[in-house]
């Protein structure tokens, strides 16, 4: 049985998720779900993003990924499924798959059309449940929907380049548990315009000329302890995801 994921933005606080999870074990009693998170920020599209991007590759291919941030489907936000990198997403068309699919090229999208869907106003359950364990089932995506070519792309989502390739501009997409900010600048992108050159990081009054490898990198152990840099001080890295 194919493991099925659940990110969303509908916290822990309400019966939503115990819901959506009772509903795939009444259709497959035998699911093995996992919950990537359900505390992106309410309609965060970047934030969920990042958080897809950096957690499906830990999980086997054929995986089935639900995906339950701004999920109302309207005529511009259309409830899509996606085969990528052999890994099946359902979603919203609302940039979240555009972001992942940034530099991967899906295998396959449609648009979902199944047969007498619920219109409530809980469409993961309604819909996006429904198509999880048909695909789990071993059904196919051409039977829950027609072929899809306009995935909604947000380009002003991604970092832009000024004063002839000398200044990166970029934004915050993420803070973590422990208070890090991530930006939506990743290495390969910094290093490719910054050509070996010196360079400066500006946050807003701040200016770092250095980007460290891990975060005790900051600390000088041979000074004392009550003069020592240390947690909870700014400094620049590249995270595990590779996004300064």
């Known amino acids: 049985?194919?493991?099925?994921?659940?990110?969303?933005?509908?916290?822990?606080?309400?019966?939503?998720?115990?819901?959506?999870?009772?509903?795939?074990?009444?259709?497959?009693?035998?699911?093995k779900i996992v919950d990537i998170s359900h505390d992106i920020s309410p309609f965060n599209i970047q934030e969920c993003a990042?958080?897809?991007?950096?957690?499906?590759?830990?999980?086997?291919?054929?995986?089935?990924?639900?995906?339950?941030?701004?999920?109302?489907?309207?005529?511009?936000?259309?409830?899509?499924?996606?085969?990528?990198?052999?890994?099946?997403?359902?979603?919203?068309?609302?940039?979240?798959?555009?972001?992942?699919?940034?530099?991967?090229?899906?295998?396959k999208v449609v648009e979902v059309n199944i047969p007498n869907p619920l219109h409530g106003s809980f469409p993961v359950m309604d819909v996006f449940v429904q198509v999880a364990c048909h695909i789990a089932r071993g059904g196919t995506l051409e039977v829950v929907g027609k072929p899809f070519n306009q995935l909604k792309d947000l380009r002003e989502f991604a970092p832009s380049v000024t004063d002839n390739g000398k200044k990166i501009i970029g934004s915050i997409i993420y803070i973590d548990n422990y208070g890090n900010v991530v930006t939506n600048i990743h290495k390969s992108f910094f290093e490719a315009y910054r050509k070996g050159r010196d360079f400066e990081i500006n946050a807003r009054t701040t200016k770092i000329k250095k980007i460290h490898n891990k975060y005790s990198d900051i600390i000088n152990f041979d000074l004392e302890k009550n003069?020592?840099?240390?947690?909870?001080?700014?400094?620049?890295?590249?995270?595990?995801?590779?996004?300064i």
């Open 1 to 31: 049985m194919a493991i099925i994921t659940l990110t969303s933005d509908f916290g822990l606080k309400d019966h939503f998720i115990g819901t959506l999870k009772g509903t795939i074990y009444k259709e497959l009693p035998d699911a």
């Open 227 to 243: 003069k020592r840099q240390g947690a909870g001080d700014l400094l620049a890295l590249f995270n595990s995801a590779n996004y």
């Open 50 to 107: 990042y958080i897809l991007e950096n957690s499906y590759k830990s999980f086997p291919e054929g995986t089935i990924h639900i995906v339950g941030v701004d999920s109302e489907p309207t005529p511009e936000n259309q409830h899509i499924a996606v085969l990528i990198d052999g890994h099946y997403f359902i979603s919203a068309n609302n940039g979240v798959i555009g972001l992942i699919t940034s530099e991967i090229k899906p295998e």
